[in-house]
């Protein structure tokens, strides 16, 4: 099972290393993890997406909120929230593909910030599927180079992480 | 305004803190220099980093206040990991004080630079590099304070050495809050009154209780609750003592060379009560084949980690084990029936204790089962007993009938060889005067052997029992049943002569090779050499085996028995 585990944690020298390493020493996945300071620069706000069963969740959850500077652990997936992924694509624009890739871009909702003569910078916002459609939908030659931030998410409505 | 090195010393003052082990080095010169201006903190100096961190932990194991260590940086670190793994796996509260380089030399390389942190994060509860002065103070009140509270554990604090010379004002704050750290105490009461209705209902019960009901200083509650519903009780490795050894209802040790009787009755229960234990794979065996029996577990621990990890639990209890038995307690003095059935389920088990698995074959050789029997009948019961790591370990849980908690102490979940002798010294120095015994082997016995010379230096009277059979007992007899006696590397040759070694270090050597003269040899040991550490190098059967075992992979009731050999 896919499941998006966010964390706040103190915003100490150390901090990531913590939770990489937990997850590293007990055998559970990273597939992506994101981190940046929050509203309140005492506080970090760590984004982990990683597969296990629920035993092995339940594990990490308990695992997470037993290191010191973890201050709370949500299981986001766990309840209704949204999700986004940003990626920057470099892509080759040259001859017909120039006007190819623009109107792919525009068809995923993408945004090109930077243009050569011969590539496009194409920024895409959206949930990690979409961000996988749009890589498929290339021709895959094309493609110079990708890099993705991982998935950030976020509760709906009235769940709330906060100190 | 005072010096970083005073304030370190001030904060051990402030902490109680009687007696440091260490060992000093460069980084530390300063903390070193303070020290040596005041007499509140005594020092003792070790003769390898490894055993000033065993011996801070023994300090805590037996006396309940947290043991420190004070080590310089680099190597004076990484000899202190495996003592660190070790705390950290039995959850031993422990400070340990490490010297860093200069802050501004921290990632060049420098001389004894280590990456303090980053080698011991893994094995620490939690762990701290200072790098303003100013956060001195309240870094090492966070230490004892995470170190002794909730699962407690072993905190390393890293101080680089500029900070201990840098000037600040000392103000160390009588009590602290940490928005992410607040451990549970109190248990759910619904769970607990859950839990007391399960009890009631209980046909075969069983209470297992581990080290954390040592940790907790809960065993007196333990026995009470235990007799008011007349269960029988099993204790894991770390929990002997925990309830006494010498009652009625006392099961014996359970696992992989635990009685007939205990895992018996723990597998065939129909309610277990675990409080403080983590139902480790040396205790539950194969957790498939555990899983088998029907039953109901109520499960008491303060980590709710620990809890449901590799066994289902129908009632956990999050809290700490003094205050749920406490709560326990209350609500069956209100009403309490004791099962009939009960007595069926006891006439089973002492059914199951009439096979006497721990008899052992007689020999005309020393058998180590009863060199552990003697220095049980020498020392009353009352000795505190160190061990190491091996077949030794497990004949010294065996047999000698902990009736106390903090008596016994081992290194039950890393397994480490070479804690016995400064577990002694940590012992002595929380417990000045007490009888210590150190039960050992040849080959554990090395692994810290230079100890000998501090026992020497601050006159640290332990009594090491050598249970010499010239082999690393507990592998060879793992080759010999399930290698085809294949002997791989488990035979020692080149023994040092112990008796004259331990001359050597200025102590008392005996070699005792026939049975007879095992009790007076302990005999003359606890008395006319009382105030003397004696090395006792006992040339003990080398075919001796520990019985029961249950082997690895294998059930809980799928026992070899010493009479099936």
Known sequence: MRHIISILIENEAGALSRVAGLFSARGYNIESLTVAPTEDESLSRMTILTHGSDEVLEQITKQLNKLVDVVKVVDLSEAAHVERELMLIKVRATGKDREEMKRMADIFRGRIIDVTESTYVIELTGASSKLDSFIAALDAGLILETVRTGVCGIGRGDRILKV | ?565
């Open chain 2, 1 to 565: 305004m005072i010096s970083g090195a005073e304030i370190v010393i001030r904060c051990l003052q402030e902490e109680k803190v009687d007696c440091v082990f260490g060992y000093p080095g460069g980084s530390v010169l300063h903390i070193y220099d303070a020290l040596f201006k005041q007499d509140e903190v005594k020092h003792i100096l070790v003769r390898h980093e490894q055993a000033a961190v065993h011996a801070a932990d023994a300090y805590s194991r037996s006396s309940q206040r947290v043991g420190v260590a004070l080590v310089t940086s680099g190597p004076g670190v990484t000899n202190t990991v495996t003592g660190i793994a070790t705390a950290y796996m039995d959850s031993i509260p422990m400070v340990v004080l490490c010297g860093q380089v200069p802050t501004q030399y921290i990632g060049q390389d420098a001389f004894q630079e280590c990456d303090t942190v980053g080698i011991t994060r893994p094995c620490v509860k939690h762990n701290f590099l200072v790098k303003d002065v100013k956060d001195l103070a309240i870094t090492i009140k966070k230490a004892f304070h995470i170190a002794a509270t909730g699962r407690p554990g072993p905190v390393v604090v890293d101080i680089p050495k500029d900070i201990t010379a840098q000037m600040c004002e000392f103000d160390y704050p009588k009590t602290i809050q940490m928005r992410s750290y607040n451990p549970v105490v109190k248990g759910h009461l619904g769970q607990i009154k859950k839990a007391v209705q399960i009890l009631q209902e209980a046909k075969r019960p069983i209470i297992y209780a581990g080290g954390g009901v040592i940790l907790s200083d809960a065993a007196e509650k333990l026995t009470q609750l235990a007799r008011k519903l007349n269960f029988p009780v099993t204790n894991t490795l770390m929990g002997l003592g925990g309830y006494p050894a010498t009652d009625r209802q006392f099961v014996g040790m359970l696992g992989m060379h635990g009685t007939f009787e205990a895992n018996n009755a723990m597998h065939y229960a129909d309610v277990i009560l675990a409080i403080g234990a983590r139902f480790d794979d040396r205790v539950i065996g194969n957790p498939e084949h555990f899983s088998q029996e029907k039953r109901r577990v109520i499960h008491i621990d303060i980590d709710p980690s620990s809890i449901s990890k590799r066994v289902k639990v129908d009632v956990p209890i999050v809290g700490n084990v003094a205050d749920v038995l406490d709560e326990l307690l209350k609500l069956l003095d209100a009403g309490c029936k004791t099962d009939p059935e009960v007595a069926d389920w006891w006439a089973q088990i002492e059914e199951w204790r009439g096979r006497e698995s721990l008899r052992y074959r007689q020999s005309e050789h020393i058998m180590p089962q009863f060199v552990v029997e003697k220095l049980y009948e020498v020392t009353g019961g009352d000795a505190f007993i160190t061990s190491d790591v091996g077949q030794h370990q497990m004949f010294a849980a065996q047999y000698y009938k902990f009736d106390k908690p903090r008596r016994w102490i081992n290194s039950g979940g890393l397994g480490t060889m070479g804690v016995g002798l400064p577990y002694g010294m940590g012992v002595l120095m929380a417990n000045p005067g007490a009888q210590v015994a150190c039960v050992t082997g040849e080959g554990s016995i090395q692994m810290c052997i230079q100890e000998m010379s501090t026992c020497k230096q601050y006159g640290l009277p332990i009594k090491i029992i050598n249970l010499n059979n010239g082999m690393l007992g507990m592998v060879r007899q793992w080759q010999e049943m399930f290698y085809s006696k294949r002997y791989s590397q488990s035979y020692v040759t080149s023994l040092p002569d112990f008796v004259k070694l331990a001359e050597a270090y200025g102590h008392v050597g005996m070699r005792i090779e026939r049975p007879e003269d095992v009790e007076p040899a302990l005999r003359k040991a606890f008395t006319e050499h009382k105030d003397d550490l004696v090395f006792m190098d006992f040339i003990i059967d080398p075919a001796a085996n520990v019985f029961p075992m249950v082997a690895a992979g294998k059930g809980l009731t799928e026992m070899i028995l010493a009479e099936e050999l």
